[in-house]
């Protein structure tokens, strides 16, 4: 089962009703109005968000950033994806466009030690340079997905690869991506994208997926 951490739509829409109201808890015509723009935005992040995203995350973000329309969805991750990819030039990491997505594939040997959940020097370097064009991007989602291969017991690697992912996930916000663009995924040993009876194709298994996804205004 696939472990996740997410926000709820709930929480932001409380938060938002407590700022419109007025001291003598009547909500004023501003505030309100407020209120119904958010949650109308809200509403699409709901409708717009892809199947690995949670609603209620896209939700609250869709309310909080606002999204790209049209022609502007491709322009915009056409540029983003000129950067990852200088970013990433000479790290292992692979870069795949998927219609309007960005899947950048991170092998583990490379980002972490044996049995580790620390980031490597070098791939805290990467890493840096992916979160500034990140940062610089900000009508994006992120999931940050962790996987193993299929040695050892199964919980265990569910840990691993979520601990894998929540580190990426908590540098990349440490320099500089907003927290609520962001989540972390322990996936284990499913998806596999190698044979698990070769040690090459297990090398290939131990990953960690960032896969980034524009935010979509209401058509």
Do not use: H
């Not at 209620?56 to 540029?79: E, F, W």
């Not at 090398?203 to 960690?208: F, I, K």
């Amino acid at each position: 089962m696939l472990n996740r951490r997410f926000s709820s739509v709930a929480v932001l829409a409380g938060s938002l009703a407590l700022a419109a109201c007025a001291q003598d808890g009547s909500m004023s015509k501003t505030g309100g109005g407020a209120l119904i723009g958010a949650l109308g935005g809200a509403a699409v992040g709901a409708a717009t968000g892809g199947d690995t995203k949670d609603t209620a995350q896209r939700a609250a973000i869709g309310a909080a950033i606002g999204g790209l329309a049209g022609t502007a969805v491709g322009a915009y991750m056409d540029n983003q994806e000129r950067e990852l990819r200088q970013d990433l030039q000479g790290t292992g990491a692979e870069l795949q466009r998927q219609g309007d997505a960005i899947l950048v594939n991170i092998p583990s040997g490379v980002t972490f030690p044996f049995d580790s959940a620390d980031l490597r020097p070098d791939a805290r370097d990467s890493l840096r340079e992916v979160a500034r064009t990140l940062a610089n991007n900000p009508k994006t989602t992120i999931d940050v997905t962790g996987y193993t291969d299929s040695t050892g017991p199964e919980d265990y690697n569910i840990d691993l690869s979520l601990r894998r992912a929540e580190a990426v996930m908590n540098y990349l916000i440490q320099n500089g991506v907003d927290r609520r663009r962001i989540e972390a995924f322990g996936a284990g040993e499913a998806n596999p994208i190698a044979s698990n009876e070769t040690e090459y194709g297990r090398q290939q298994n131990r990953r960690v997926e960032l896969r980034i996804e524009p935010i979509r205004a209401n058509a």
